[in-house]
DNA sequence: ATGATGACCCTAT
DNA sequence: AATAGGGCCATCA
């Protein structure tokens, strides 16, 4: 049943999986990154499918805001912001403080 | 095939 | 500065 769609998550998911720990990335970079003329909307979507993956941290992407918009999509509501803090990443409020900081670009830093 | 939804982003007022 | 609306396109019913 997947075919090619399977390819289009599985380039998001290899971007997301090479997230650093202790960093963070928005919808928007990884499409850009990807070149992704479908826009960030898909990236989210297919993080959606990442749920079945395990080495997805789909906890690590975040909105271009820093907000912790997919938050509740986790197998708790709370489940994202924990593991967030656990990276050493602060959150408050559903949102990353110092998110420029963490913010981790993939045609930057894979380049 | 159409209609509606969505873990978004940009531009305009 | 803040708020509102539109656009992008893949997936589901």
């Known amino acids: 049943?997947?075919?090619k769609s399977e390819n289009y998550f599985d380039q998001v998911f290899q971007v997301v999986r090479l997230i650093p720990a202790g960093r963070v990335t928005s919808y928007g970079a990884i499409a850009n990154y990807l070149g992704l003329k479908s826009g960030a909307r898909m990236v989210g979507y297919a993080m959606n499918?990442?749920?079945?993956?395990?080495?997805?941290?789909?906890?690590r992407v975040v909105n271009r805001n820093g907000m912790l918009t997919g938050k509740h999509h986790f197998s708790g509501p709370n489940v994202m912001e924990e593991l967030l803090k656990k990276e050493g990443i602060r959150v408050?409020?559903?949102?990353?403080?110092d998110f420029e900081t963490y913010f981790w670009d993939p045609s930057k830093y894979l380049l």
């Open 92 to 97: 408050e409020n559903d949102q990353i403080l």
């Open 1 to 3: 049943m997947k075919s």
């Open 49 to 59: 499918a990442s749920h079945g993956e395990k080495d997805v941290p789909a906890h």
